[in-house]
């Protein structure tokens, strides 16, 4: 039989990303880590293999409090949307509402020439979505 330690982190308990950090680390390993790293929640889940591979117990998964790193508020209005020209700004919880947001605002102040721009919050960090090229995989030749 073998047992496996696997180690995450993640932001809260509900609702967050959950980021693989390392299996089998010692405890204080995964908490060192998760302080490092700035993490508020630490995973443990306890997985118990038999030779063969298959799996003979799950613990689940488990939360520690990581001691020393401050929680950070839940995001729960991810596309933020600020005007480079004024004070314009707001959130909301669609991509389709900031960017109607945009348009209109840019239209109406058009003579001035704002720019808005649209960010997404993650958990991580926040994302210009002007940096951020798509690609059209599925147009025609
Ligand atoms: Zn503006």
Redesign the pocket.
Known sequence: MRQIIRWSLTVAPYDADVWHLADNLTFLEAILAAQREQFPYLVQRRMLYSEAGAILHDSGSALVRVPGVPLRPPISHPWQVT??????AAQFTTRRDAEWWRDI??FE?ER?G???RVLLQTDKSTVDMADVIVLDLDREM
Not at 83 to 88: A, E, F, I, P, T
């Open positions: 005007c480079l020209r004024c004070d314009g605002h840019e102040n001035d704002h720019i808005v």
